[in-house]
């Protein structure tokens, strides 16, 4: 598994005229050197594939209905490693909980069809976002964040005894599917109006 780390970046510390740092998202590893940047919005989405975050908020902004403020109750990921027609691929299940703090512009009450499409909104979200940081980390940055390799060493170990030492090469052409399930746990939400 390619490990990350915090990346910091130095800021104005206004009130006391000096420079500060600052968490600003994370750094890739690859074979133990920097091979990209991940911004924060991107860092949460790997922790959302990873199901390793834990008391985290997050607004998202769903067409349609605006911003739309979550408390994550839980997350959980599952992944599924192997061969399909004797090529690899890795899928990877996101299960996720949430609580609803606000909608912008939102009625004080939502009909179950309105959280219903909240509901689908939030899925088709994640799975935008989640799919395509996984095409970037596997496909672009070639960096095995999630431990695919060793999954693939577990479940088909004679295939990946045959490409182990060109794993670099192999890793970008695993086709790769994020599904994610979202759950919405209490829809008891501030309505907050946000004029244009």
């Known amino acids: 598994i390619d490990p990350v780390a915090p990346a910091l970046s130095v800021v104005d510390d206004e009130p006391k005229e000096a420079k500060g ?3 600003s998202g994370v750094a890739v590893m690859q074979d133990d050197r ?3 940047y991940l911004d924060s919005s991107e860092a949460l989405m790997m922790l959302v594939l990873d199901g390793n975050i834990k008391q985290n908020e997050i607004n998202v902004p769903l067409e349609g209905i605006g911003n739309v403020g979550l408390y994550f109750v839980k997350c959980d990921s599952k992944k599924n490693v192997g061969l399909r027609d004797g090529s690899p691929y890795a899928d990877i299940a996101v299960s996720l909980r949430f609580d609803i703090n606000e909608i912008q512009n939102a009625p004080q009450e939502l009909t179950p069809e309105e959280l219903e499409k909240i509901r689908q ?3 088709l979200y994640f799975e935008q976002s989640c799919d395509w940081l996984l095409g970037k980390l596997t496909h672009e940055m070639c960096s095995d964040v999630f431990g695919i390799g060793r999954e693939m060493m577990m479940r ?3 295939y990946f005894k045959s490409v ?3 794993w670099r090469e192999i890793l970008p052409t695993v086709a790769t599917h ?3 399930e979202v759950q919405l746990r209490r829809s008891g939400h501030e309505s907050v109006q946000i004029s244009a």
């Open 178 to 180: 994020v599904d994610v």
């Open 121 to 123: 909104g939030l899925e």
């Open 164 to 166: 182990s030492d060109r």
């Open 34 to 36: 920097i091979c990209g």
């Open 21 to 23: 740092v600052q968490i």
């Open 156 to 158: 088909e170990t004679a």
